[in-house]
């Protein structure tokens, strides 16, 4: 596996359950991001980890939950969900958290019904 | 005023044709510009970052950067069917602790 994964590629959902959407970068970066993308909307910074601690929570409702228990991977744990929600959620990595390039995974499409 | 700001509506242009597009930021700190293009369902790619005021071109696309002017715009030359594609404009701001803050996009179209 190159670059950045994530799995799964599609999830639907109701909003009673809970999921968690995973992702795994093999670039040796130090600070891995999600952000989420709606339609007619710019990319919306959710988290930032970097070195594995989250430096970054920007107003994120507490229904999505991130882990990061190591520089390669981190998970957006979810839970009663919205329909609103409805989304695709991209991972990113960098080599730090500042100015870097970001490279970005494929994507997680998520429905909540 | 929105951080980074990007012409809105689809381009179309010829193929074989230049697509201009144009992008201003509000944050005069900024330091760091990038252009992805997004394909319909996937992710963002980069195809272009610029630190400097001028040009930079790289194959058949360039980059300009304006910081007087706070404006950001890249240029595709000689455009192809395969260039079709929404294109993000994204720029680091203090206000976002640095962080980067991304445009809508500007969709292109190539006519073949």
């Known amino acids: 596996e190159t670059g950045v994964t994530q799995t799964p590629r599609h999830l639907v959902m109701g909003m009673t359950n809970k999921k968690s959407l995973k992702c795994e970068q093999h670039l040796g970066h130090n600070a891995m991001y999600w952000y989420k993308q709606s339609a007619k909307k710019p990319l919306e910074l959710m988290f930032v980890?970097?070195?594995?601690?989250?430096?970054e929570n920007n107003s994120v409702p507490s229904r999505f939950s991130p882990e990061c228990p190591n520089s390669s991977h981190l998970f957006l744990h979810l839970h009663t969900l919205q329909p609103e929600d409805s989304a695709l959620y991209l991972c990113?990595?960098?080599?730090?958290?500042?100015?870097?390039?970001?490279?970005f995974g494929p994507g997680t499409r998520l429905l909540v019904l | 005023q929105k951080e980074v700001e990007q012409n809105s509506g689809p381009l179309s242009v010829p193929e074989g044709a230049i697509a201009s597009l144009n992008c201003t930021y509000s944050?005069?700190?900024?330091?760091?510009f990038f252009w992805y293009r997004q394909y319909s369902g996937k992710s963002p790619e980069l195809i272009m970052s610029?630190?400097?005021?001028g040009d930079k071109e790289d194959g058949r696309f360039t980059a300009q950067l304006n910081k007087a002017s706070q404006y950001v715009s890249l240029l595709i030359r000689d455009s192809q069917p395969s260039d079709s594609a929404t294109y993000l404009c994204a720029v680091n701001s203090a206000y976002g602790n640095n962080r980067l803050a991304f445009g809508k996009g500007n969709q292109v179209v190539v006519i073949p």
């Open positions: 990113a990595s960098s080599q730090g958290a500042g100015t870097e390039t970001q490279y």
């Open positions: 944050d005069r700190g900024s330091q760091s």
């Open positions: 980890y970097s070195l594995e601690e989250r430096v």
């Open positions: 610029i630190y400097s005021n």
